[in-house]
T-cell receptor
Framework: GQSLEQPSEVTAVEGAIVQINCTYQ??????LSWYQQHDGGAPTFLSY????GLEETGRFSSFLSRSDSYGYLLLQELQMKDSASYFC???????????FGSGTQLTVLP | NAGVTQTPKFQVLKTGQSMTLQCAQD?????MYWYRQDPGMGLRLIYY???????DKGEVPNGYNVSRLNKREFSLRLESAAPSQTSVYFC?????????????FGPGTRLTVT
């Protein structure tokens, strides 16, 4: 089976940098995905890492270390609108169906 | 493009009632999924369909059935609703091409079973 662990809550101030960690245990590994979900909304895709290293997309970056079964999402220049839940997830199987972590609630303070 | 649409947005059922949640996508995706999300938790996979004509159980399939009606539509049925099925239900779809891992989610159906 698959299991993912991430912190339940993180708080930071506007303009700061925050890192959300995710460790995983999987049988068969394609890569690590990250999704953002605002309160009452649908999850939206942020990034996917198949290979080790850092992938940057604007203010957000995602890192993967396959040997450590570990990844993180890095959010820079935090804005109030970044307050949301962030989920790491791993795809598996014929349909690349996702197993999600329990999510990290990020609160950005003014 | 509407993306992934779900109906209804909200529903209240009494224990033992049945209902079908509808999902449709207009992105010509092969794969579709149903997840449930309980308060403060991640999403859990109920059923999925890798392609038209196939369906498979996910992590929490008990109490649910699905139908992949065609490439666009994937419905979820609760035959006899229970309070434990109170949750938010998300449908999603994805392109099964080799380097594509993004799933697109619908707005969700908020279901309460009393």
């Amino acid at each position: 089976g698959q299991s993912l662990e991430q912190p339940s809550e993180v708080t930071a101030v506007e303009g700061a940098i925050v890192q959300i960690n995710c460790t995983y245990q999987t049988s068969g590994f394609y890569g690590l995905s990250w999704y953002q979900q605002h309160d009452g909304g649908a999850p939206t895709f942020l990034s996917y890492n198949a290979l080790d290293g850092l992938e940057e997309t604007g203010r957000f970056s995602s890192f993967l270390s396959r040997s450590d079964s570990y990844g993180y999402l890095l959010l820079q220049e935090l804005q109030m609108k970044d307050s949301a839940s962030y989920f790491c997830a791993v795809p598996s199987g014929s349909a690349r169906q996702l197993t999600f972590g329990s999510g990290t609630q990020l609160t950005v303070l003014p | 493009n509407a993306g992934v649409t779900q109906t209804p947005k909200f529903q209240v059922l009494k224990t033992g009632q049945s209902m079908t949640l509808q999902c449709a996508q207009d992105m010509n995706h092969n794969s579709m999924y149903w997840y449930r999300q309980d308060p403060g938790m991640g999403l859990r996979l109920i059923y999925y369909s890798a392609s038209e004509g196939t369906t498979d159980k996910g992590e929490v399939p008990n109490g649910y059935n699905v139908s992949r009606l065609n490439k666009r539509e994937f419905s979820l049925r609760l035959e006899s609703a229970a309070p434990s099925q109170t949750s938010v239900y998300f449908c999603a779809s994805s392109d099964s091409r080799e380097n594509s891992y993004e799933q697109y989610f619908g707005p969700g159906t908020r279901l309460t079973v009393t």
